[in-house]
């Protein structure tokens, strides 16, 4: 299986840019994503890397390191709606398998 | 529909008894996944079904859980002699061709 660590908590102020990051073992690596988490809500997709380097979308970006087995998901200009989780998962495993794996999410507490 | 629907959105049940709970997949999307998740982890995987057949079900805890998808559309997630620590939220994401999975709002069982 997948190893996927990721911090369980961070706050951050209105207005500021926050770096959540996630490391992960695994082999035959397939591709990680980003969710994203409102309490009692269902996840809602936020980004997906295969390849090495940084994809950015509007506020968001998420960067890929393959080697250091490693990604970041950056918030700029945070908004008291960011208030959420945010969900780490990685695809890969024995066959290249399909199925993600989940980290346990990191809570992001955004105050005035 | 636009999005994934599961219906009921809540389901209370006594220790013991049988539950059924249903996943309605964005149309045409041909990979269903079930996932689980309890308070403060990310969801954990179930089962996945490519079309009619489950193509992978390593995920069901034991052979309590039972899922079907007869027509490639909708699937039915089955849980006999229902115990307390089945309770969660029970999530179904589907993914067409681009492998991003899109969740439904889940259904939180409750074993009392």
Known sequence: ?112 | GAGVSQTPSNKVTEKGKYVELRCDPISGHTALYWYRQSLGQGPEFLIYFQGTGAADDSGLPNDRFFAVRPEGSVSTLKIQRTERGDSAVYLCASSGETDTQYFGPGTRLTVL
């Not at chain 1, 706050?11 to 035959?28: K, L, R």
């Not at chain 1, 950015?56 to 008291?80: H, V």
């Open chain 1, 1 to 112: 299986g997948q190893n996927i660590d990721q911090p369980t908590e961070m706050t951050a102020t209105e207005g500021a840019i926050v770096q959540i990051n996630c490391t992960y073992q695994t082999s035959g690596f397939n591709g990680l994503f980003w969710y994203q988490q409102h309490a009692g809500e269902a996840p809602t997709f936020l980004s997906y890397n295969v390849l090495d380097g940084l994809e950015e979308k509007g506020r968001f970006s998420s960067f890929l390191s393959r080697s250091k087995g490693y990604s970041y998901l950056l918030l700029k200009e945070l908004q008291m709606k960011d208030s959420a989780s945010y969900l780490c998962a990685v695809r890969g495993g024995q066959g290249g398998s399909y199925i993600p794996t989940f980290g346990r999410g990191t809570s992001l507490i955004v105050h005035p």
